[in-house]
């Protein structure tokens, strides 16, 4: 993939994503049709071994906080990977 704008739907559970990217930043937006529908943030899973991360809930329609991650392909590096959610 490469630096653009994306659309896709989620022809099972009628869910529309459109995400903004760049190089190393993206901007998503996720549309469900179903009125009960929830989004689950799980900070403590990872492709690499590190399990750590931040979330705060800044009020009823915000969260944001971070995912520690790095090793990949062996290497010893860590970042943080931020993210800020409205509904």
């Known amino acids: 993939a490469s ?4 659309a896709v739907t989620l ?3 009628d869910i ?8 190393r930043t ?3 937006e ?3 049709a179903k009125p009960n529908a929830a989004l689950v943030v799980n900070i403590s899973k990872s492709l ?4 750590f991360g931040y979330l705060r809930v800044v009020n009823d ?6 995912k520690l ?8 590096t860590q970042h943080k990977v931020y993210f800020f959610i409205q509904v």
Do not use: L
Not at 48 to 51: C, D, G, Q
Not at 69 to 76: A, M, V
């Open 61 to 66: 329609s915000t969260i944001e906080g971070y």
């Open 48 to 51: 690499s071994k590190e399990r």
């Open 30 to 32: 996720f549309t469900y």
């Open 16 to 23: 529309g994503i459109q995400s903004t990217v760049t190089e």
């Open 11 to 13: 022809t099972n559970d």
């Open 26 to 28: 993206a901007i998503h």
């Open 3 to 6: 630096p653009g704008y994306y």
């Open 69 to 76: 991650d790095g090793g990949f392909c062996g290497k010893n």
